[in-house]
């Protein structure tokens, strides 16, 4: 086995050599006539020339040697039914799902916005897509009608695929009415929407002419196969925009020989998985980690991919570990606000199952903070693999490489670069490297590698005014600040724009939050700055506590073990001015705090866009904390 010191080299310093040995591993209906063509930095493109097809690599060509294996479980606690589909059973469904695409004039190189929960029609309608090359624009389901319809004027769909509804601890969320709202609200509504209906809302009126009915129109169509459209490898395959933390969200473009090569890869190198093997992301298909390893990875490694629909605590906080026993799965992905969530609960839920099979948990999207990182690696006595990832790169950007190497997990840091990328941790401004230890922004040297994003939507300005106009030289800025150690790991210090200036010093807020976050008796902490007559901005902390219950005098007891906490660790200076203990955090749906609008809350303005809201009883119950400090 090489070392990935070794590889990592060759990937940097060979990269055509390299990448031309790693493009075998997919199937090519004509190779590329160049690995690399770098004329029009920072635009790239990988593999031109070269012709191919995300689907049929993640079906047909597994079609010989598998076709009998399970291609995808996709299980729901919230309707109850798991639906278990061979590669052939795939191949079948994907092809009556791309006739269906065809017979609504959906083409190559038209959008569909595909709007569903984490059910398998999902993935049978992104594989359609990417079957006939039509691009497919995944948006989160539940995401609100006024999210949606941004979307839908950005992506200018042909088609817009629905489930009737979703479904949240039982709860059902009808889609179709948001998806009729979204549609009125927008500029350029699709001519179709294809409603896929599980029978949760069978009363929904259907608008004449527009609306189709998908088991309706399969009856009629039959089992039809499909050809598939050999796309040049830079074609776009598919849009998928940011979450919009911090922002108007973007149309991330991706493209089709770059991206499949970038996801064979990674299921070896980084994810450890071979074909046959099971991999469970529990990311819903909505966001990149969806697309990328609920879907298309997995699939294309010729794996299992086990899809999940529901709360990680329903039926009980053992679920998902009680499906990875009967899966037998063997590389896990997951996010850290997931584990803390499990982590409110009892070890024992984990201890009583039969998880020698598991090998790997990989958690990504936000900072995994060490009491979390600490508890599930003690429940689990497996790695426990922080992976920083952003919607752009589409697959990780710093990792731990186990199918290379297993390098020593050192608690809050994602390890290194992943192969291909050439990162650096430069001074903001000039540009300068960095030494050890040394703070600065984290960015990547172009060209990126296959598998990152190719341009924002019809927007290459765009492109490069949001990544690479943040230094004289080009590079794409993460806009994410880094410090790297003396031995090479990273640890990312959080958002460029999560800086907060106390008295003339600069302080990252995720610092502050891992200083609180020490505290035994914090489960979760978010602090923002806000402005002081004095200082110009102070700290203010919003935590939540391990003990739901706790009284008064143990909240004001924790609120002073935090502030004691971040004196020790930053000086008095960082010393937050308040203290909130609160029941919940506000996040969006992704699990990602919504600090500009705790932000804007706690300076008595207002809160900005709460569409992507998951719980509204959490920044209702922030108004009334900031209402009695
Ligand atoms: P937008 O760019 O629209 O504001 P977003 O940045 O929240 O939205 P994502 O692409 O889903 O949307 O998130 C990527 C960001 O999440 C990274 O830039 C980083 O700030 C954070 N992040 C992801 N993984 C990690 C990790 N392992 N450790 C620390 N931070 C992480
Ligand atoms: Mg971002």
């Not at 690399?36 to 060509?61: E, I």
């Not at 076709?67 to 039914?81: F, I, K, N, R």
């Not at 008295?503 to 008796?521: M, Q, W, Y």
């Amino acid at each position: 086995m090489s070392s990935y010191e070794e590889v990592y080299r060759r990937s940097i310093e060979q990269p055509e050599a390299f990448w031309a040995e790693e493009a075998r591993a997919i199937h090519w209906h004509r190779p590329p006539d160049r690995i690399l063509d770098d004329a029009d930095p920072p635009f790239r493109k990988w593999f031109a020339g070269g012709q191919t097809n995300l689907c049929y690599n993640a079906v047909d060509r597994h079609l010989e040697a598998r076709g009998d294996q399970l291609a995808l479980a996709a299980v729901s606690t919230e309707t109850g039914v798991a639906r278990e589909v061979t590669y052939r059973e795939l191949h079948r469904e994907v092809n009556a799902f791309a006739a269906a695409l065809l017979r609504l004039d959906v083409g190559r190189g038209d959008r569909v916005v595909i709007y569903m929960p984490n059910m398998a029609e999902a993935v049978f309608a992104m594989l359609a897509c990417a079957r006939i090359g039509a691009i497919h624009s995944v948006v989160f389901g539940g995401f609100a009608a006024h999210n949606l319809a941004l979307r839908i004027d950005d992506a200018e769909p042909k088609l817009l695929v629905c489930a009737d509804a979703g479904s949240r601890s039982g709860r059902i969320i009808p889609y179709k009415p948001l998806v009729d709202e979204a549609c009125a609200r927008a500029q350029s509504p699709p001519p179709h929407v294809l409603i896929v209906s599980r029978g949760l809302d069978p009363a929904q009126p259907r608008v004449a002419g527009r609306d189709v009915d998908y088991a309706e129109l399969r009856a009629q169509l039959g089992d039809a196969e499909v050809p598939v459209a050999w796309l040049e490898s830079n074609e776009p395959s598919y849009l998928l925009y940011t979450s919009g933390t911090t922002g108007r969200p973007k149309g991330v473009q991706r493209d089709v020989g770059g991206y499949a090569v970038a996801m064979a890869q990674s299921m070896r190198t980084i994810f450890d998985c071979a074909p046959g093997e099971v991999m469970f992301s529990t990311s819903d298909v909505g966001w990149a980690v969806g697309h990328s390893y609920n879907v298309y990875g997995p699939l294309i490694g010729g794996c299992t991919s086990l899809l999940y629909e529901g709360l990680p605590v329903n039926p009980d906080p053992g679920i998902w570990w009680s499906l990875c026993e009967r899966y037998g799965v063997r590389t896990m992905f997951s996010s850290p606000t997931a584990i803390r969530v499990l982590k409110k609960h009892d070890a024992a839920y984990l201890r009583e199952r039969d998880l020698s099979k598991l090998r790997y948990l990989f958690l990504a999207g936000e900072p995994l903070d060490e009491p979390t990182a600490q508890w599930i690696t003690e429940a689990l006595g497996k790695p426990v693999i922080d992976n920083y990832w952003q919607t752009e790169t589409g697959w990780p950007a710093l990792t731990l490489m186990p199918g290379l190497d297993m390098k020593p997990v050192r608690f809050g840091s994602p390890g290194f670069p992943n192969l291909g990328y050439r990162m650096k941790v430069v001074r903001e401004g000039s540009g300068e490297t960095v030494g050890p230890n040394e703070k600065g922004v984290l960015v990547i040297e172009p060209p990126l590698p296959p598998g990152c994003m190719t341009t924002v939507w019809r927007d290459d300005r765009r492109f490069l005014d949001s990544y690479f106009s943040h230094f004289d030289e080009l590079l794409y800025s993460s806009l994410d600040w880094a410090v790297r150690d003396e031995d090479g790991y990273t640890f990312i210090l959080g958002r460029t724009d999560d800086v907060i200036n106390v008295a003339g010093h600069r302080l990252g807020t995720r610092e502050i939050e891992e200083a609180v976050s020490s505290c035994p008796a914090v489960a979760e902490a978010a602090v923002i700055g806000v402005a002081d007559e004095l200082k110009g901005q102070v700290p203010i902390v919003f935590a939540t506590l391990r003990d739901p219950k706790a009284d008064a005098a143990a909240r004001e007891q924790a609120a002073r073990d935090m502030q004691r906490a971040v004196d020790a660790s930053l000086g008095a200076v960082a010393r937050p001015s308040r203290v909130y203990v609160v029941g919940a955090l506000p996040k969006t749906r992704s699990g990602k705090l919504l600090r500009r609008s705790l932000q804007a809350l706690a300076q008595g303005q207002d809160p900005g866009d709460l569409s992507t809201l998951d719980d509204p009883g959490a920044l209702e119950e922030v108004k009334r904390a900031l209402g009695n400090p």
